[in-house]
């Protein structure tokens, strides 16, 4: 059974400085791994979704990266902003894209 | 183009009382997905169907609740009595088909209080 888990589970960080969230999932025959972003009150909105066989996806100031043999993830915020405080959860699909999460980081980001 | 569409977007109910909930899938999308997430861990989920069949439903406590697809489109979640530990966001999610690479996109939730 596939277990995710995510470190720190928050994190608060002044504005403007770069950061990392940690991703670790039990079965590395992933097909793929997806980042969400949670912010309260408010459904899930899908940040980057990098492939088994990627090891890297960007997207803006947004950066991705996934090892399968190690079995992680790592999410780096870069410059970070208050705009970026939320919940961010990672997910890995098994059959029938049944996504399994993670408990998710809870970030803030202060003035 | 809409997303995913829930109501009620809140619900506070008594235990043993009963309640249900709607989802309007993106326009289109054959696989739809109902999750539960408990406040402070992630979304887990109950149900998946496929057009209007059921795909997966080896997590929902049947008991208490129950869901339907009629024609394949808009869905129901309902809880039937509910108990003090239902108290939860309920995420409604579709995707095109049921593809490992397919992009799930979620509705706001349905945040359900039970007193």
């Known amino acids: 059974k596939q277990e995710v888990t995510q470190i720190p589970a928050a994190l608060s960080v002044p504005e403007g400085e770069n950061l990392v969230l940690n991703c670790s999932f039990t079965?590395?025959?992933?097909?793929?791994l997806q980042w969400f972003r949670q912010d309260p009150g408010k459904g899930l909105t899908s940040l980057l979704l990098?492939?088994?066989?990627?090891r890297e996806q960007t997207s803006g100031r947004l950066n991705a990266s996934l090892d399968k043999s190690s079995g992680r993830s790592t999410l780096y915020i870069a410059a970070s902003q208050p705009g970026d405080s939320a919940t961010y959860l990672c997910a890995v699909p098994g059959g029938g894209n049944k996504l399994t999460f993670g408990t998710g980081t809870q970030l803030k980001v202060e003035l | 183009e809409a997303g995913v569409a829930q109501s009620p977007r809140y619900k506070i109910i008594e235990k043993r009382q009963s309640v249900a909930f709607w989802c309007n899938p993106i326009?289109?999308?054959?696989?739809l997905y109902w999750y539960q997430q408990i406040l402070g861990q992630g979304p887990k989920l109950l149900i998946q169907?496929?057009?209007?069949?059921?795909?997966?439903d080896s997590q929902l406590p049947k008991d208490r609740f129950s869901a339907e697809r009629l024609k394949g489109v808009d869905s129901t979640l309902k809880i039937q009595p509910a108990k003090l530990e239902d108290s939860a966001v309920y995420l409604c999610?579709?995707?095109?088909?049921?593809?490992?690479?397919?992009?799930?996109?979620f509705g706001p939730g349905t945040r359900l209080t039970v007193l």
């Open positions: 990098i492939q088994s066989s990627q």
């Open positions: 079965d590395s025959a992933i097909y793929n």
């Open positions: 999610a579709s995707t095109l088909m049921a593809g490992n690479t397919d992009t799930q996109y």
């Open positions: 326009s289109g999308h054959a696989t």
């Open positions: 169907f496929q057009n209007n069949g059921v795909v997966d």
